[in-house]
């Protein structure tokens, strides 16, 4: 991509109201765009990096199983009532409306009602069963307060995923593989050092649940962690049973301020005992499904992602997550030149590296600089009348200070050698 | 895909309330499911379909220079203020709510207001212009009826694309090569014989504007159409001049119902000057920026699809939208021949071809056949004890009576050319 030709431009001052450091990088850097309080646009930047989010996630669904669909955001009065979730007392975040003829609408905040319900055309049987779906859905939330830029959002996109099993062992199977799943994804986006599977209070139908937190001061949580036992806990279950279970003891853990980037969940068979959502076993018996949900918050993840990397210049992504591999910052003048630099943006983008092209003419070096840095990409590649004397480019990771000179005809014929860890 | 763990299954019934063909056939088949009136899931299949529709928009558009972003569905009452907009008397299929402070949110039908707001923050002097950006954005409109299946929702997929140009000179540019991409997208899913670009009543700026409108008896419009001299006019502008201008006479044309699939709109400088969207030109005047909206309706557009190709026994996929190009059905039994049957889906998968494998046991071939026909999948490639007793496989397009055989072993070397048109 040619960045002339990218309508975003980096922009010097952020609105005071936007306090979040994740947003007003965002922002300043032309990803996103405010449209209020918690509810952001995606320009075309940030729609790469959050399509480039959705497709690890997608790929680690799928290998354990996963098939993908799209629910609707409308959701009837009627199905949430069935489960006591429709009334504001019980859920405090619901958006509502009315259709035309008075009948009272919902927009989705979760999914676990519509999903069930939809399954009761599908699953009669044993052997229908084990069934394992997933979406990536943008969720509306009335949230009170929505001050953490793209953590937390009146509408943000999440991905849940839901399992439907025949009985608490196959699901204890699943639910495993989740875990493992969701492991792999957070080490893939770079934060697999700062993520723990976290022990948190298990509702009725186990002990712990499990939380998947990455340390952050953004965050708006606070665990307890060992990081050589490998193991977090959070205030909930901060007690002595938990310390002697884990084998742990409260003073080898360290507080840490920590965001849930996921969560995995065990309805048991209660969701679909109240949906009705039964099947009949290999005994010919009726009986009600296991249910378990996870959740990763994508919009979220992302600004996890800004804070956990980002620096005094700017943001800093990861490789698997950036929108772009290379930023070829040119400083030509000269039509030669010029062709010299297109000749270096060919070669790249013929290697199938993602680039990001500053053409831009009547830009000061100063200002092309400090837009790259802003901007984030992972390797910046300079061309320049005083690199070309010297037959070379200029590579320079942007997590490092010191640039490496590269002969352009050695980059040329293969720069994924120079550009790619 | 192999058949045993999709988890959708046809179904026999669908609810009497469901009157449309496009979404009594989509549901028979497992592609969507019906939330209510107008507001439809897509699973795995309807998945599929509606990815490789928004690819091919998606490739057609960054042809011709669009950015593809995503805007938000919550709206600020004060922005739609300005152009009038907001009042239901004025747009009649809000959908509104409330945040927790009182404040008023509406979920976008339409997102010309809110993109030209933000191109405020981006676009600034003549070297800024042109831009193209577009979205593929989930629609909200509080339509009164909603009969039409998933030709019209409460809630759909829409790709809209906005261009913002220095001058109706450049705009009508970019408008003429929206026409001819958006005719190769209509092409390119199959639907090119029968979409005509219609001329109706044109606005404030131009003559005429344009519809694309294909025939289908499903559609809510009826237009007037010459095939030789393909001309199509709309009932607005049925008259003398028309007929005039465009060269044609009353009794050349035939009347049709059709169905829109794509608009195409000038708003010359009256949204921008509305909201304050003015660019410095090379003279140094402030003058306002000329709006262009360019609108495909992506779950219409395959309910069109459907309406269009499907015959008696259920849905016939063009290939270039299938959830997959082959539908491998196994009949066998035994063993040995299930594991040349897996060899058979190996191969078509090694070849890089999308295939639902029919695995099912206990399933009678005449149930399998009569599910092949209804999910529609382009060709479908049986396996049984008597195919193998003949080391062959049989292949049936599905828009054909006849199956031919081929030898298993040429299938298994090269199964491209017995399954690609």
């Known amino acids: 991509m040619r960045q002339s030709q990218l309508f975003t431009k980096t922009v010097k001052d952020v609105s005071k109201e936007e306090v979040s450091k994740n947003a007003e990088l965002l922002i300043r850097a032309g990803y996103v765009y405010k449209e209020m309080a918690g509810v952001y646009a995606y320009l075309p930047l940030g729609f790469r990096v959050l399509e480039k989010i959705k497709q690890i996630v997608r790929e680690e669904m799928n290998a354990i199983g996963g098939q993908e669909i799209i629910m609707t955001a409308i959701q009837r009065k009627e199905l949430w009532e069935k489960t006591n979730r429709w009334d504001d007392e019980m859920v405090d975040v619901w958006f509502k409306s009315q259709l035309k003829n008075g009948t009272d609408i919902g927009f989705g905040w979760s999914h676990e009602e519509p999903i069930t319900e939809m399954m009761k055309q599908y699953l009669n049987s044993y052997k229908d069963l084990p069934v394992y779906v997933y979406q990536f859905q943008t969720k509306l939330r009335n949230e009170l307060r929505a001050k953490s830029g793209i953590m937390r959002g009146r509408e943000f996109v999440m991905k849940d995923m839901y399992s439907y099993t025949t009985d608490a062992e196959k699901h204890q199977e699943f639910y495993d593989s989740v875990i493992e799943a969701y492991l792999r ?118 600004g996890v992602i800004v804070e956990r990397f980002s620096d005094e210049q700017g943001l800093v992504w990861p490789e698997a997550v950036a929108p772009y591999q290379v930023h070829l910052v040119s400083l030509c003048k000269e039509t030669a030149d010029i062709e010299k630099t297109d000749e270096v943006y060919t070669a790249l983008t013929s290697a199938g590296i993602g680039v990001l092209y500053d053409d831009r003419a009547d830009i000061r070096p100063g200002e092309k600089f400090a837009d790259s840095d802003l901007i984030g990409i992972p390797y910046r590649v300079v061309v320049s009348p005083r690199t070309l004397e010297q037959q070379s480019v200029e590579v320079k990771k942007r997590t490092e200070k010191e640039a490496t000179i590269v002969s352009l005809e050695e980059f040329r014929k293969k720069p994924q050698s120079f550009v790619c860890s």
């Open 185 to 302: 994804i957070f080490s893939r986006v770079g934060l697999g050092d700062d993520t723990f599977v976290t022990f948190a209070s298990g509702g009725a139908f186990t002990e712990f649940s499990h939380e998947f937190q990455t340390i952050t001061e953004a965050g708006e949580d606070v665990i307890y962690i060992n990081r050589e036992k490998n193991i977090a806990i959070n205030e909930e279950v901060m007690n002595e049973k938990t310390f002697a279970e884990l084998g742990v003891t409260r003073d080898e853990l360290q507080e840490v301020k920590t965001a849930e980037v996921g969560n995995i969940f065990n309805f048991g068979t209660v969701k679909c005992e109240q949906l009705g959502l039964n099947f009949t076993n290999e005994s010919g018996e009726s009986i009600p499904v296991h249910l378990g949900s996870y959740g990763i918050g994508i919009t979220r993840l992302m």
